[in-house]
């Protein structure tokens, strides 16, 4: 095993025994070794003129040199130096085949763009191909990009394609593509409008992440407009008495010191508290789960437990009041 390479001249030879450039190391090498903030923009803006110098021969290099070209646009955004001339080369090397380059090319997009950029356009291309491939890890790429930058333009152009994914035999992508839908809708309800026959099928999917997932979604839909969710209240109760106080999901899925899925407990406990609420008929079907959730998580005896402990008590003087789960409650207030 080789030892750590130290200083600018140790990164220099540890370099010759590497496939990374010598340049490349040399650079991470200065900015390290830098003494104060005034050499460290010198050899960034340095950086940065040869970096302009190398866009038209880019698509020729070597893989290997595409990627420590995005890997030096990264780290010359995160020390505060823009590199907004290299992004629309960036969206020419999202052709490339190799998948690395992919997500190199699309984790700059999405950190260094702005959603209204005008190169979101352009984007829009490559990322409808990601979605259509018939690699699931393309898929995937595109998918997390949009999940973090999208705006209203291209989402009628991409939305189609996300639903499509929708069926993917992955959960990984069922996953996402609830993520990227709900990103979505907090960008523009109405795109999303005919979707939510979707959302409910996410939410009753097979596998325990999609439908954690789905959870978020259903939170901010409930928060929104609480009467078109009412419906929905036994499944709700139905998901939280499966993952708290009858651990239905299979061992060690998604559990935290012994909790089993204290976040998706949580959010379901926040959205049941938003639809009882004022509503003595749909608060009723809460009162059973309520009770038997807060005593399993009072038994883990730990900071997880305590958050649902804590939620459950907030669930209860939210909803219609019960004189059982008051008392119930009283006495959880001691554990906290």
């Not at 969710?229 to 559990?255: M, N």
Request: aromatic share 8%.
């Amino acid at each position: 095993m080789s030892s750590q390479p130290k200083g600018a001249l140790g990164w220099l030879n540890w370099a010759t025994t590497s496939s990374i450039s010598s340049s490349f190391v040399e650079f991470i090498g200065k900015i390290g070794d830098a003494k104060s903030k005034q050499d460290e923009e010198r050899i960034i803006k340095n950086e940065l003129k040869t970096m302009k110098s190398m866009l038209g021969e880019m698509e020729m290099k070597e893989i290997v040199h595409q990627k420590e070209f995005l890997i030096k646009i990264l780290y010359c955004e995160m020390l505060g130096h823009s590199a907004s001339f290299a992004y629309i080369h960036a969206i020419k090397l999202t052709k490339q085949s190799d998948p690395t380059i992919k997500r190199l090319c699309y984790l700059v997009l999405s950190l260094g763009m702005k959603k209204n950029d005008e190169l979101m356009l352009l984007v829009t291309s490559s990322v409808s191909q990601e979605l259509t491939s018939m690699k699931y890890v393309c898929n995937w790429t595109a998918l997390v990009f949009l999940s973090q930058v999208v705006n209203t333009e291209i989402i009628p152009a991409v939305l189609p394609l996300v639903k499509k994914l929708f069926k993917h035999e992955r959960s990984l992508i069922r996953k996402k593509v609830v993520s990227v839908l709900h990103k979505f809708w907090l960008s523009d309800e109405s795109s999303v409008e005919d979707c939510h026959d979707l959302f409910r099928i996410a939410l009753c999917d097979r596998d325990p992440s999609v439908m954690s997932t789905s959870l978020a979604l259903f939170y901010d839909l409930c928060k929104s407009d609480p009467l078109s969710q009412k419906d929905l209240v036994p499944t709700f109760v139905s998901i939280l008495k499966q993952i708290g106080p009858d651990r239905a999901l299979p061992p060690g899925t998604f559990e935290y010191h012994t909790v089993p899925s204290p976040w998706a407990q949580i959010t379901l406990l926040r959205i049941l508290a938003i639809l009882g609420r004022g509503d003595a008929k749909t608060s009723g079907y809460m009162y059973t789960v309520i009770s038997e959730t807060m005593e399993a998580a009072e038994k883990a005896k730990n900071n997880a437990g305590f958050a649902i402990v804590f939620e459950c008590l907030v669930t209860i003087v939210s909803i219609v009041i019960n004189k059982n789960l008051l008392n119930l409650a009283a006495q959880g207030g001691s554990v906290l």
